[in-house]
């Protein structure tokens, strides 16, 4: 079974501080990706890497960057915390198979960290 | 108008009801479709994966694609408190670096 964790459930955090999102996956995929869920907006890509050090901005990158320094691990940070950073936050990983493999576009996602900025 | 659009509910049935989730979207190119399920504060669990158009069944589940008319089904026959949840419909058009693009969800409740 594929597992992805993710380092907090819960966190409360105050305006203007760097907050570190960490997520863990153990099943050596390529591909890892940060999304925020809001009601109503449903889930919203923030970044992705394809590759160890690699990144791509997703939908909505503004506040945010992502470190991936090994394979397995990939960070999403915000800078300086705001209250519309409030939100649940979910990692997800894949592994990416040529030729179509019914792997293949399959995420596995973590339990979530819910943020609150106050 | 939004690339994947779906009804957010929330959809109460009976124990036993045939639940039907849809969505409709917008991009031809898509051609991997999945259905996830996420329970209150969990994350969203795949339920169903399809490639392109046609029906898969898995038990009580059936998953629907009807690329001609952009729109794909979820099915849940003799559905159970158990099956309580938000259901999110996702596709992509595949490929190395595959972004999936999701729905809103519907929140749906299955009362004894």
């Known amino acids: 079974d594929v597992k992805v964790t993710q380092s907090s459930r819960y966190l409360v955090k105050r305006t203007g501080e760097k907050v570190f999102l960490e997520c863990v996956q153990d099943?050596?995929?390529?591909?890892m990706f940060w999304y925020r869920q809001d009601p109503g907006l449903g889930l919203r890509l923030i970044y992705f890497?394809?590759?160890?050090?690699?990144?791509e901005k997703g939908d909505i990158p503004e506040g945010y960057s992502v470190s991936r320094e090994k394979k397995e691990r990939f960070s999403l940070i915000l800078e300086s915390a705001s209250t519309n950073q409030t939100s649940m936050y979910l990692c997800?990983?894949?592994?990416?198979?040529?030729?179509?493999?019914?792997?293949?576009?399959?995420?596995?996602f973590g339990p979530g960290t819910r943020l609150t900025v106050l | 108008q939004k690339e994947v659009e779906q009804d957010p509910g929330p959809l109460s049935v009976p124990e036993g009801a045939i639940v039907s989730l849809n969505c409709t979207y917008s991009?031809?190119?898509?051609?991997?479709f999945m259905w996830y399920r996420q329970y209150s504060r969990k994350g969203p669990e795949l339920l169903m994966y399809?490639?392109?158009?046609g029906n898969k069944e898995d038990g009580r589940f059936t998953a629907q694609v009807d690329k001609s008319s952009k729109y794909i089904s979820l099915f849940i026959r003799d559905s159970q408190p158990s099956d309580s949840a938000t259901y999110l419909c996702?596709?992509?058009?595949?490929?190395?670096?595959?972004?999936?693009?999701f729905g809103t969800g519907t929140l749906l409740a299955v009362q004894p």
């Open positions: 997800a990983s894949s592994l990416w198979a040529e030729g179509g493999d019914t792997s293949t576009d399959t995420q596995y």
């Open positions: 099943m050596d995929h390529e591909n």
């Open positions: 890497s394809y590759d160890v050090k690699m990144k």
């Open positions: 991009n031809s190119a898509f051609q991997y």
């Open positions: 399809t490639y392109s158009s």
């Open positions: 996702a596709m992509s058009g595949g490929g190395a670096t595959n972004k999936l693009i």
